[in-house]
């Protein structure tokens, strides 16, 4: 009897703690309050009064990153454009909501009277295509994506995304111009082939200005990509990007630039400085992201989704929705103008005024087109040709990256 | 006397867990009778709802059809999540292998490896309980880590995406060898058919046959089940095997009926969940039908949570747990 009530008092020990395990480890979002008071009638929104738009999020809407920079471009169309109203869901995959797809967080959303669904992660292809088909008076916007691109899209879906790569070439040329040991570090995501063309645009900024403002030969410049696995941490799934982080300032890299959706390595490369080391970081994704770490911070290349998504809340609600994928560039007059720049760089406090004066005139070669970094002869990581010689990468060639570049040590392609 | 405490004890349950749930809700400072409508008949409110609803208390029936037998025959298995991921993973091989066979035939060999793959899984743990004095929970726990580890390495190793590595998965298993769906619905009605199905032939096996009566005695006491001569090491691997086959052929059905690929977070917690209903049931088939549906639809309910209230749909989760603490607290009693 003895041996029976210890093992149920194990057993029930057993389930809470898993419990309470599965509670501490979902990341909170805080208490950002819904921005709606969405009634819970579902379906047909009173005609024509309102717009709804809704967004699908793969993480959290303050993570200092990627779903902060598409939670506030939301925002922005709120205030700019009147009588939209928006609704989300955020943190959809697998690891915080496991039984909860994106057709059915795009379903909820629907429910609620949303008219424009924007899906915010490449993860999403998929699931943002089936829901489209079955609601095809409904209009998608897939952020990131291709499928229009390749033709498996059902019409009413649009892909939108922004030229990043110039963001990076930026972030790269900042950190090659700080770096003392000549030791660059990527914290990269997943690999597909946006985060290698991104880490590939990262390098190719960080060689030039190693080479042309530092003088020294590109062999002398190591670039190490670690990968976790995904856009964020997921304990016990991704590689941590904290331990990775720390890793890399401890083999001796004193930039690290970040591909991944949060924080991790500016906090991390923070607390370094702090005890004394030399470490700076480059977040990603969000304008605001050096927050978290002012004094290493040498600047963020981020997304500044609003003004495609006032144009595009616009077009769904005059009811001109047509099918597109759209791959938009940074406003090379006024970088950072809000109303107009997809992509932006803002300097960080870290960054030296000489560097500062350095990154400005390179900005201002990829603003004028007289430095193209896509420019061949540039090759793979296996010595094939990723552009020939004399030649110049169009977009769906550097779109489908197929590996890392020759320089860069990390794994390339699965 | 005995009767009025059957159906007290459940109520005191019932109505503990409520006020516990209730006073979570009041803290985030929303109405708890909103919360409650959207918790509980949420999941009824519109056809797609009621078919997300559906695909998930399938693979969550056949959890806890298979953990009533393990609880009937004494053994608490834990290993449950595991052997649904083992289920999902061998699931995959014909699949994967074969993809141009005919689908109805991949179908049943799918269907065959996942029972097989979680049966064989959840023998281990027999072996270990029985060989190394291992206790199943913890055995079955740390086979649970084991099983989602290879799922992971599958994902990111040799069935990777073509052209990338991401932990989200597998490319998606080509259309025509989905399980048969109502787009519009994503219903798959083979799915629930088959859980049910599940569900009366072990009610079947567990009350009408002498097979059932013997894991039954030896649920209740094995030292004398093995004086009276049964063969009572072989019942327990047997009401494993059972389990872990049930747990596979959920497995199975996560593959081809709601993820159609391969995830690293295939079993979605729905084993765990299952061992909530069957404890919660106390292993009586009659009850694990009404809990599963219950449980399935707290858990689709409460998506819109965030939405329409601003809380976090944790709190189904809430609810499932108080219920199932407080069913065992009023039972210690006994």
């Not at chain 1, 738009?53 to 920079?69: H, R, S, T, Y």
């Not at chain 1, 949303?114 to 089936?130: C, H, K």
């Not at chain 1, 403002?213 to 964020?232: C, Q, S």
């Not at chain 1, 938009?328 to 560097?355: C, H, Q, Y």
Request: charged share 15%; with cysteine.
């Amino acid at each position: 009897m003895n041996v029976r009530l210890a093992r149920w008092s194990l057993l029930v020990l057993t389930l809470l703690s898993l419990v309470l395990a599965a509670c501490g480890s979902q990341p909170t979002t805080g208490s950002t309050p819904v921005p709606t008071a969405v009634s819970t009638e579902p379906t047909t929104p009173s005609a024509g009064e309102e717009f709804i738009f809704g967004m699908v999020l793969v993480g959290p809407i303050n993570d200092g990153g990627w779903n902060q920079a598409h939670y506030e471009a939301a925002q922005y169309v709120v205030e700019k454009v009147p009588g939209v109203k928006f609704i989300y869901i955020d943190k959809v995959n697998p690891a915080d909501r496991p039984n909860v797809k994106v057709e059915q967080a795009i379903e909820e959303l629907i429910g609620q009277g949303a008219r424009l669904i924007i899906t915010n992660s490449a993860e999403f292809a998929d699931g943002t295509n089936v829901a489209a088909a079955a609601h095809p008076e409904v209009a998608f916007i897939h952020a990131s994506g291709d499928k229009v691109l390749t033709g498996e899209a059902p019409p009413n879906v649009r892909n939108l995304m922004g030229r990043m790569e110039y963001g990076k070439m930026i972030a790269g040329c900042a950190a090659a111009l700080t770096t003392e040991a000549g030791r660059l570090a990527y914290l990269g995501p997943l690999i597909d082939p946006e985060t290698r063309r991104l880490v590939n645009s990262s390098y190719l900024g960080a060689r030039y200005c190693w080479e042309t403002y530092r003088g020294r030969p590109a062999e002398e410049l190591a670039f190490k990509v670690t990968w976790i696995g995904f856009w964020f941490n997921i304990p016990g799934v991704t590689l941590d990007p904290t331990k990775v982080a720390n890793d890399f300032i401890n083999e001796g890299y004193d930039v690290i630039l970040s591909g991944i959706d949060t924080t991790e390595a500016l906090v991390e490369a923070n607390k370094a400085a702090q005890a004394g080391k030399r470490v700076f970081a480059i977040p990603y994704d969000f304008k605001g992201a050096c927050a978290q770490g002012e004094a290493v911070c040498l600047g963020v290349p981020y997304f500044n989704w609003g003004p495609d998504y006032k144009r595009l809340v616009e077009l769904a609600r005059a009811g001109k929705w047509e099918p597109a994928w759209e791959w938009t560039g940074p406003n090379w007059s006024n970088l950072n103008d809000p109303d107009t720049s997809m992509i932006g760089f803002v300097k960080g406090p870290a960054l030296s005024a000489e560097n500062a004066a350095k990154l400005d005139e390179f900005i201002a070669k990829l603003a004028d087109g007289s430095l193209n970094l896509f420019t061949g002869p540039l090759y793979y990581q296996d010595g094939s040709v990723f552009v020939p010689e004399g030649q110049v990468a169009d977009d769906k060639t550097i779109w489908y990256t197929s590996q890392l570049l020759a320089g860069i040590e990390g794994q390339s392609a699965p | 006397m005995k009767r009025v405490a059957v159906l007290i004890q459940p109520l005191l349950a019932l109505v503990a867990a409520f006020v516990l749930t209730t006073l979570a809700l009041l803290s985030t400072g929303v109405s708890p009778l909103e919360a409650y409508r959207l918790i509980i008949f949420g999941a009824f409110s519109t056809p797609v709802r009621l078919s997300d609803m559906i695909m998930l208390a399938a693979p969550l029936l056949l959890c806890a059809v298979g953990l009533s037998i393990t609880f009937t025959g004494g053994l608490y298995n834990l290993g449950v999540e595991g052997q649904m991921i083992i289920g999902a993973i061998a699931a995959m091989v014909p699949l994967r292998l074969w993809p141009d066979w005919p689908p109805l035939l991949l179908w049943l060999m799918a269907a065959l490896s996942g029972a097989v793959g979680g049966a064989l899984w959840a023998l281990l743990i027999g072996v270990l309980r029985r060989y190394a004095g291992v206790s199943e929970i913890f055995a079955g726990l740390g086979m649970n880590f084991l099983a989602g580890g290879l799922a992971l390495y599958m994902v990111l190793g040799p069935w990777r995406r073509q052209t990338s590595a991401s932990l989200s998965g597998t490319d998606l298993l080509p259309r025509e060898l989905w399980l048969p769906t109502i787009d519009r619905l994503r219903l798959a009605p083979a799915a629930p058919v088959i859980a049910v199905l599940a569900l009366a032939i072990v009610w079947w096996a567990l009350t009408q046959t002498r097979w059932g009566l013997e894991v039954r005695a030896v649920g209740l006491n094995p030292a004398a089940s093995e004086r009276l001569g049964i063969a009572t090491a072989r019942r327990m691997a047997e009401t494993l095997a059972a389990c872990g086959a049930l747990a596979g052929i959920a497995g199975m059905l996560q593959v081809v009926a709601v993820h159609h690929a391969l995830i690293p977070n295939i079993s979605s917690g729905i084993g765990l969940l299952g061992l909530l209903v069957a404890l919660l049931s106390r292993a009586d088939p009659r009850w694990l039908l009404p809990i599963v549906v219950a449980f399935a639809a707290f858990t689709v309910g409460s998506i819109q949570l965030p939405l329409t209230l601003g809380i976090d749909s944790a709190i189904a989760g809430v609810l499932q747990g108080a219920l199932v603490l407080f069913a065992l607290a009023t039972r210690a009693r006994q």
